[in-house]
Every structure is written in C-alpha cells, then in structure tokens.
C-alpha cells in the first residue's frame, strides 16, 4: 500500500500515477484508513529529521538516542 501511494503521487506517467493512486484509495476504504495528501507525505518523507519525528508515533521517539549494537 505505501509503494502504491507514492507511485500514485509521484508517477511521471498519468496514466500509471492514476491508476495507482485508485489502487491505493481502495486499499485505504477496505481498511478504513484515511490517506494522506501528497503535501502530508511529502512532509513525512522530507529531509529534515524534525520533519520525520513531527510525524513519528511516541514509541518511535522513545527510541531517539538508542544505538543499535
């Protein structure tokens, strides 16, 4: 489902962007989840780590400053 939002934003082709992007919403409706815009994936996405923990859960910011051994 995440590959198909990001085809269905960002695809060159608008046929494939289209396409993939119906896909993505009707993944979305049988789970009853809400997509994002393109602007919020852009955001989550984005370069910027505040950008990333803006949009991270509390048990994902728990983590911050964990190394991995």
């Known amino acids: 489902m995440h590959?198909?939002?990001?085809i269905g934003y960002k695809h060159p082709d608008p046929l494939?962007?289209?396409w993939w992007n119906y896909v993505c919403r009707e993944h979305a409706n049988d789970m009853h989840v809400i997509v994002e815009t393109e602007e919020?994936?852009?955001f989550r996405l984005g370069e910027s780590e505040a950008?990333?923990?803006a949009k991270s859960s509390?048990?994902?910011q728990a983590c911050s400053g964990m190394t991995m051994r």
């Open 3 to 6: 590959a198909a939002k990001i």
């Open 16 to 18: 494939n962007r289209d």
């Open 40 to 42: 919020e994936l852009d």
């Open 51 to 53: 950008q990333w923990r």
């Open 58 to 60: 509390r048990a994902t």
